[in-house]
């Protein structure tokens, strides 16, 4: 995980839209980087507008988490799968199928030791939730710091996955995906005061 400091940093003025940044971040951000760029894994997949989201990005990645990976595809399922099975199927752990909603489709690998999930769906990743929850997670980070970065993790060590973690520490109610969410639209003041009173 990268310093406290570094990640804060980052989290304010990072272009999450691309994948340079990991070269200047931790040592396991520079090894994602390395991975993505040996593998030309992003290069791969450029016709569908890829973006790295989920907790690498923002260095709080534990054992076992996994680059996610959005990308936009318009077509059917079954053509999209075909072309994964094409560039993909030879790495360990390769696997495709359906989201649960059967709105988007998954299809996951390991490269250099990492696991990959591509998760593709008829949306510009960049308006994707999940890309929509990191740039909320990066700005709960800069602006609340080290000491709430080391829950997150502590939770995430735990089992808790990312957004509950992140909703718990915030004291936000009902579904935690919808709640991060929400904290689009609410002040940085509002966001640290909800810490503080905690």
Same mark, same amino acid.
């Given at each position: 995980?990268?310093?406290?400091? #570094?990640? !804060?940093?980052?989290?304010?003025?990072?272009?999450?839209?691309?994948?340079? %940044?990991?070269?200047?971040?931790?040592?396991?951000?520079?090894?994602?980087?390395?991975?993505?760029?040996?593998?030309?894994?992003?290069?791969?997949?450029?016709?569908?507008?890829?973006?790295?989201?989920? !907790?690498?990005?923002?260095?709080?990645?534990?054992?076992?988490?996994?680059?996610?990976?959005?990308?936009?595809?318009?077509?059917?399922? !079954?053509?999209?799968?075909?072309?994964?099975?094409?560039?993909?199927?030879?790495?360990?752990?390769?696997?495709?199928?359906?989201?649960?909603?059967?709105?988007?489709?998954?299809?996951?690998? !390991?490269?250099?030791?990492?696991?990959?999930?591509?998760?593709?769906?008829?949306?510009?990743?960049?308006?994707?939730?999940?890309?929509?929850?990191? #740039?909320?997670?990066?700005?709960?980070?800069?602006?609340?710091?080290?000491?709430?970065?080391?829950?997150?993790?502590?939770?995430?060590?735990?089992?808790?996955?990312?957004?509950?973690?992140?909703?718990?520490?915030?004291? #936000?109610?009902?579904?935690?995906?919808?709640?991060? #969410?929400?904290?689009?639209?609410?002040?940085?003041?509002?966001?640290?005061?909800? %810490?503080?009173?905690?």
């Amino acid at each position: 995980m990268c310093s406290s400091d #570094l990640c !804060t940093d980052m989290a304010n003025d990072t272009d999450f839209s691309g994948t340079e %940044y990991l070269r200047f971040g931790s040592a396991v951000q520079r090894r994602c980087y390395g991975v993505l760029s040996s593998h030309g894994i992003m290069e791969s997949l450029a016709q569908y507008a890829p973006v790295l989201a989920g !907790t690498f990005p923002l260095g709080i990645d534990v054992r076992g988490s996994d680059m996610d990976i959005v990308c936009r595809w318009t077509g059917d399922f !079954t053509s999209f799968g075909d072309e994964m099975s094409r560039l993909f199927a030879g790495y360990d752990d390769f696997s495709t199928g359906v989201s649960g909603d059967g709105k988007a489709f998954l299809c996951r690998f !390991t490269a250099g030791g990492i696991p990959v999930e591509i998760y593709a769906c008829n949306m510009e990743p960049v308006r994707s939730n999940a890309y929509r929850h990191m #740039l909320v997670e990066a700005r709960v980070l800069r602006l609340l710091g080290e000491e709430f970065m080391r829950r997150v993790v502590e939770l995430k060590e735990k089992g808790v996955k990312t957004e509950p973690a992140f909703a718990r520490l915030l004291g #936000l109610d009902g579904d935690p995906y919808i709640a991060v #969410l929400g904290l689009e639209n609410v002040s940085d003041e509002d966001i640290m005061r909800f %810490y503080v009173l905690r």
